[in-house]
C-alpha cells in the first residue's frame, strides 16, 4: 500500500449540496494533488498543494476548492454539486512538486 | 492547453504476446510518468522519465521518452495474465500540471 488513505471510501449527495473529502499523505510528502476520474477515463487534474499554498490548478470551476493543513494531510471541497460531479475522487502525494504520485484508494462521489 | 493522447484504447492478447502502448502529448513535457490501474483499484506508480531518449526498463517493462520530449512508450514482452489492467501515462509540463492520457486497457487471454 501508498500509505495515502482517503475518507469517505463512498458518499451519496443530492445536486445542490456541498461536499467534503479528506486525504492523508504518505509520511514525509509535502505534496499534494487531487484527481477527478470518471469512469473510462484517465484521471483529470484539479489542483496540487504544496507546503499549504495551491500550485496549480486544471480547469475546473471555483466551486472546487481545496486545502493543505500544517501536516500537509488535504481537503477537497465542492460546492452546489451538479450530476456530473460523480467520480471517483483521487488524492495523491508526493516527495516534493515533480515527483513521483502515490495515489490513495479514493472516494466514490455519487450526485443524484 | 496541454493534451496527451494514448493509444490504442484497449488491447487484447494471448498470454505470452507482446504488448505496446504509446503516449503522445502536444506540447514538449518535462518528464513522463506511467502508471498501471487495476480495475476497481488506485493508480500505481510505474516509472518516471525525465531526459530526451531516455530508455528504462523493469523485468519485462521497457519505457522509452522521445527525443523531443513529447511523446513515450510502454513496451510488455511476453504477457502475463498479472499484466492486465489500465496503463496510464501522465506528462508534466514546466508549471508542475500533470496531464493524464485516457489510458489503454491490456486484457491477456490464458
Known amino acids: 500500500e501508498t500509505g495515502v488513505t482517503q475518507s469517505p471510501t463512498h458518499l451519496i449527495k443530492t445536486r445542490g449540496q456541498q461536499v467534503t473529502l479528506r486525504c492523508s499523505s504518505q509520511?514525509?510528502?509535502?505534496?499534494v494533488s487531487w484527481y477527478q476520474q470518471a469512469l473510462g477515463q484517465g484521471p483529470q487534474f484539479i489542483f496540487q498543494y504544496y507546503r499549504e499554498e495551491e500550485n496549480g490548478r486544471g480547469n475546473f470551476p471555483p466551486r472546487f476548492s481545496g486545502l493543505q493543513f500544517p501536516n500537509y494531510s488535504s481537503e477537497l471541497n465542492v460546492n452546489a454539486l451538479e450530476l456530473d460531479d460523480s467520480a471517483l475522487y483521487l488524492c495523491?502525494?508526493?516527495?516534493?512538486?515533480?515527483?513521483?504520485?502515490?495515489f490513495g484508494p479514493g472516494t466514490r462521489l455519487t450526485v443524484t | 492547453g496541454q493534451q496527451v493522447m494514448q493509444i490504442p484504447q484497449y488491447q487484447h492478447v494471448q498470454e505470452g504476446e507482446d504488448f505496446t502502448t504509446y503516449c503522445n502529448s502536444s506540447?514538449?513535457?518535462?518528464?513522463i510518468q506511467w502508471y498501471k490501474q487495476r480495475p476497481g483499484g488506485h493508480p500505481v506508480f510505474l516509472i518516471q522519465?525525465?531526459?530526451?531518449?531516455e530508455v528504462k526498463k523493469q523485468k519485462r517493462l521497457t519505457f522509452q521518452f522521445g527525443e523531443a520530449k513529447k511523446n513515450s512508450s510502454l513496451h510488455i514482452t511476453a504477457t502475463q495474465t498479472t499484466d492486465v489492467g489500465t496503463y496510464f501515462c501522465a506528462g508534466r509540463d514546466n508549471a508542475g500540471k500533470s496531464t493524464f492520457g485516457d489510458g489503454t486497457t491490456l486484457t491477456v487471454k490464458p
Open positions: 509520511s514525509g510528502h509535502n505534496t
Open positions: 495523491a502525494s508526493s516527495l516534493a512538486r515533480g515527483y513521483e504520485q502515490y
Open positions: 506540447t514538449t513535457l518535462s518528464n
Open positions: 522519465l525525465v531526459k530526451s531518449g
